[in-house]
Each structure stands twice: as C-alpha cells, then as structure tokens.
C-alpha cells in the first residue's frame, strides 16, 4: 500500500483551457486495460520538456528530442502519444521507425506535420513495439478527446503503480487565475537523471517559449530529480511542460519578473507534489522518507550527502524494519565525496531527536526516542554540515520485501 497517498479525487482536477484528453485500451501489452492516450494541444502553446540522461535511451526519447528541435514558432507541438506496457527502449532502428509511425499516423488523423507529434512509452524493456495496435487504437483516442479527462489519463499511464498520481492547482499571477494541472506515473527504476518516471504538467499560463523550458528544466530539478526509490534511472525518463496561453494575462517573456518567478514555482509545486506522490508509492514502500542537508558550502555537497543516505540500502531496510540503527547514516555521510568533512561539525537529527554531534552519539540520545521515530510511517533526517548556508532536500522511501517480489514478477 501506497504511503498516506490516496487516489486524487476526479472533481479535484481542473480542466487546462487548449488541453484536451483521450485514453483507449489499445492492447499494447495486456488484454482488459487503459494503456494508450492521446494528449491533443490547441495552436498557440509552448511546449518544453526535459529527458533521461540515461545513454540507452529509449526510441521515444530519441524522437522527441529531435521533434522538439524541429518545432519552429509557428508550428508549436500539437500533440503527446503516450502508451504503457512496452517501454521501446532497448529495440534499436527498429524501434525509432515505429516511434516515428506512431507520430505520423497521429499526425494525419489531427491534420498537422509528425513532428508536432511527441511519442512517449513506458513499460518492458527490449520489446517491440506493437505499433498497429497503437496506430489501431488512435482514432479511438482522438473520439474520445475531452477537458476533463485527467483522472482517467493517470490510470492509463500507470504501469506498477498501485495509485494514479494527478494534482491541480490554481495560482494568482500578475493578477489572473491560472491553472495548473499535472500527471505522472512512477513506483520503480525511480533514480535522478532528469526525471524517473512520464510526467506532463499543462497550464494556461502565457509564458514565452524560453522561459516555459526554464521552467520546466527548474522544476525538475526541485522535485523529480530530487527522488529516489531504487536508484536505477529509467532509460524513458520525460517531464513535459505544456503551456497554453489561454490565461487572460500578458505574456511573460522576462526571466527576472515577479511574474515569471511565481510561475516556475507554481509549477514547481504541482511537480513537487507529484513527485513526493511517486516515491509514496514507490515500489513495496512502508515508510515516506525526506531527508534534508543543511549548512553545507554548496548545493551540490548537501545533494551529494542527501542521495549517498537515500540510496544505501543498508539505511532503507533499517527503516523498513523500523531498527534504529543510525550508524549506517553516518557511514553514509562520511561516503558521500566530500573529501574534507570534518565530522565533529556534523550534526545528524531523526525528526527532532538529536542522535550524533562532536562525531558520535548525542549524549542526550537513546534508542528508544530513535525506536520511536523509526516506527512513524513518515520520517525527517536531517543532516546540518555547519560548513556554510546551503541547503537542500531529497524523499525517498524504505526497501522491503515487496519490492524484490514486485521487480522478480515484474514480466509475469
């Protein structure tokens, strides 16, 4: 079970003006299941995304890349196809020529050129690509294109998650409502390297091309390549920014307004929000963990002590079994890279208990306030280097049982 992570409520999910959504089971992978949806794009919107940096990317990511490059200002990105069960990765020419089909045939059904067409997949590794069912199942899609189609188009998305991840919110910018909507998928392979799962955020803000791809390239950096579940980076990582300009507002075209820093941190916290959701259902997860790095000399330090506690899977069983055993912490911060720690300035905390100063145990520690702590289904480190005034924050989640069973049976 997910941590403290209910499905969102479909009357929470606000329709994004110029968005529109079609979901259809295309039989990608598994017979009885929604697995292909269509995202379609009025004229008129900025598009911008960021990628895996995984060097075996997949077909998709290839494609879209080179799409978006192609994009020039008057013909923006019309539409995503996005379909679960098989990821295209791994599958070579091959796998870029059905990508590529995928593009062309949504292409001509919605009357635009392929390459405003964004192919994105998920699912199995080194599996072929079942192109004619998906190029079956668009026509499907483009039927069933509607504004408030959010909820159904988290579960299409969804391959082990065991929730659909889908949050709204609605933000005052130079004076106008504007909405932002998003959805991802994510419970495993969860890992920095941009992002680690699908993610599409949608808005009808009005923002100029170049500041839509700051913004999503900021964003990213503060929510999705702040998570981990496993630390494998998938080889289909995408986050996707769509914005529409229907907003009734100026648009934003100066990166130093107050107008455009209210926008990056809206999306900032829808994407936060879905990203925190995707390590709640991280794969066999018991325990919701944020781990936060304070008074380092830069962000990279404190990012680096951050993952080296996230990633030790000595620390996460330790959470799982709720055993305070909180050495495996420090060994983790002395590992971390940074060459001239001096550990009697090292602090480390478990929510508010002070467990290690001066280089070891806190005098004032015993393990039953850490027994407590570790019992909590949502849990603090935190981690104050006294080197200098950076800071930053990273959530992960224990490794159970589950998770080995969930990845060994993952093809079955």
Partial sequence: MPVNLNPPDPKSLLPVAGVRLGITQAGVRKAGR???????????????????QNRFCAAPVVVSRQHLSMIDPGKGVRALVINTGVANAGTGAEGLARARQTCADAAQLLGCNASQVLPFSTGVIMEPLPVDRIVAGLPQCIAALKADAWADAASAIMTTDTVPKAVSRQFSIGGATVTVTGISKGAGMIHPGMATMLGFVATDAKVSQPLVKAAVAYAAKHSFNAITVDGDTSTNDSFMLIATGKAAMAEISDAKSPEYLAFRDAVT??????????????????????????AGRDEDECRKVAFA?????????????SDPNLGRILA?????????????????YLDDVLVAERGGRSPSYDEAQGQRVMK?????VRVVLNRGRAATTVWTCDLSHDYVSINADYRS
């Fill in 376 to 380: 909590q289904a949502e849990i603090t």
């Fill in 269 to 294: 916290t829808v994407a936060t929000t879905l990203a925190q959701a995707i390590v709640r259902d991280g794969e066999g997860a018991t325990k919701f963990i944020t781990i936060k790095v304070e």
């Fill in 332 to 348: 983790a911060i002395g590992y971390a890279g940074i060459n001239d720690l001096e550990v009697e300035g090292v602090e480390l």
């Fill in 34 to 52: 929604k697995d292909l949806l269509l995202i379609s794009i009025d004229d008129g919107a900025h598009v911008a995304g960021v990628f895996t």
């Fill in 309 to 321: 506690i996230a990633h030790s899977p000595l620390i996460k069983t330790a959470f799982f079994a």
